[in-house]
């Protein structure tokens, strides 16, 4: 059982360049959502989706886009890199159980951390 | 808005000595409380949560943390550290119920902690 998983784990970006960070779960959980690490600031959610094809923004979500076009993956793309989105970025999924719907704990993938020069 | 605040950047102890990380949080609904623990390098594991019933509850490695509802708090403890429990400690609210909120975690800005030989 994989979990979730997370690549590329380590990438280098120039300034204005574009990637995508990918993640993949296999839990079937419904629920997944994108954080960002920064020294002294905790995690800071960025974007999360409740389901395939229902996306919303979280605390920082300006300079990244998401989409969810099936269960299992949730790819954070950064259209144009800036040095502020150096940060190491981590994805998460959890699903919510019986007929009141209650949340279970996130799970959460390795990381990718991300150098913007 | 939901916040968590964890007073202690970093947390000193020597080792076989007792623990207290502290945890304070501000939520509108019925909240769901985590302690997550990150090695260096690494992603962050569950070490315990509470989401009703007992307000004392146990986790992995030794740990147990205290709801109380009156302080707003969610303390972690545990009663002698090891060299292996050095690492951060973030703890995190969220909602219990799914559309009860963002369907996303508030962290605190972690706690670091030392073990002293």
């Known amino acids: 059982n994989a979990g979730v998983t997370q690549t590329p784990k380590f990438q280098v970006l120039k300034t204005g360049q574009s990637m995508t960070l990918q993640c993949a779960q296999d839990m079937n959980h419904e629920y997944m959502s994108w954080y960002r690490q920064d020294p002294g600031m905790g995690l800071r959610l960025i974007h999360y989706s409740v389901g395939a094809g229902i996306t919303d923004q979280g605390e920082v979500p300006n300079g990244y886009n998401v989409s969810r076009s099936t269960t299992e993956d949730f790819p954070l793309r950064l259209l144009s890199a800036a040095p502020s989105q150096t940060s190491v970025y981590f994805c998460?999924?959890?699903?919510?159980?019986?007929?009141?719907?209650?949340?279970?704990?996130?799970?959460f993938g390795q990381g990718t951390r991300l150098t913007v020069v | 808005a939901q916040s968590v605040t964890q007073p202690d950047i970093h947390i000193t102890v020597s080792e076989g000595a007792s623990l207290e990380l502290r945890c304070n949080y501000s939520y509108g609904a019925t909240p769901y409380l985590f302690w997550y623990v990150q090695s260096p390098g690494q992603g962050l594991q569950l070490l315990l949560k509470?989401?009703?019933?007992?307000?004392l509850v146990q986790g992995i490695k030794g740990f147990e943390a205290e709801f109380k509802r009156s302080q707003s708090s969610f303390n972690l403890r545990k009663p002698s550290v090891h060299w292996s429990d050095a690492a951060e400690y973030f703890c995190a609210v969220g909602p219990s119920y799914s559309g009860g909120g963002a369907d996303g975690l508030t962290f605190g800005k972690g706690t670091h902690l030392i073990i002293q030989p």
């Open positions: 509470y989401f009703s019933g007992d307000t």
């Open positions: 998460a999924s959890s699903y919510s159980k019986g007929q009141d719907r209650v949340n279970t704990e996130a799970f």
